[in-house]
Every structure is written in C-alpha cells, then in structure tokens.
C-alpha cells in the first residue's frame, strides 16, 4: 500500500503544480470586491498539494516492499466507480446538477461501504442540496440544472 501511495502521491504533485501553473495564466479579477477567476483553480491546486503531500509522507513512512496489484474486489470497485462517475457525466447536463447527483452520490456511498439506508438516502440527497444552495447562494455561481431540474437556475 505505501509504495502505492508514493507513486499516487508523486503524480498528483506533479498534476497539482501543473494545474497551480495553468491557475496562473487566467485573467485578474475585475471587481475589487469579489473573488477573480482564478480563486477556485488557486484553491483546487493548494488542496490538491496539501493533500498529495500529506498522501507523499504517509507512503514514506509506512514504506514497505508489498506487491502492487490490486485484487479482484478493489479492481471491481474502481472499475463500477469509473462506470458510475461516467454515467454521472453524461446525467448531468439533461438532468442538472441535483437530479443527477443524488444517484450518483448514493451510488458512491453505497460502492464505499455505507450500507445504512437511513444515511445512504440522507447523504445521497442532502450532500448534493447543500452543494447546490452553497455554490448558488453563498458562491453565486450556478450549477448546472439542465431541464428536468427541482431546483434551476
């Protein structure tokens, strides 16, 4: 496991100093009073370092020569995360943002391990409300909504 994590850890600070870089070449803000355009890429680059560097140090200090393949039900995971992030995708901009990602974020939660009903409902549709009203009311930014949305922009 750690030598996974060094390898998943070295490239994630590779993408995230390259995608720190790109934030750079965005255009400045053009109000005083409200975040530029590159605030949230700014923001995604530091999380994105910060935890890399958390996942790098964690790796080192369990190293430990383990074999790297992954087995049939962590192979099986990742592939049906794939399959549901790819449907999610494709959901989205016919269904918007909260319509396609209560299944989505149910899904996920399910495919990880929460197998309660009661949180599985709860967090499948209060995780993707709270993302919409977070982004449109305290953000200002919509989300998509698409035409079969509760609650469009």
Known sequence: MALRNIVAAATLLALGIAYGYLATQLPERSQSNLPGPAFFPYLIAVLLLALSLGLLV???RGYRRLPLDLGLPER???ILALLLFAAYLVALPR?????AS???AGGMMWLYGGR???FLVAGAAGLPLFLLLLFREVFGI???HGSWSVLGG
Do not use: D, K, Y
Not at 95 to 99: E, K, Q, R, S, V
């Open 76 to 78: 099986a995971s990742a």
């Open 102 to 104: 209560i299944p989505f």
């Open 95 to 99: 269904l918007g943002f909260l319509i």
């Open 116 to 118: 309660n009903p009661l």
């Open 58 to 60: 964690q790796g080192v």
């Open 142 to 144: 919509l989300l998509p």
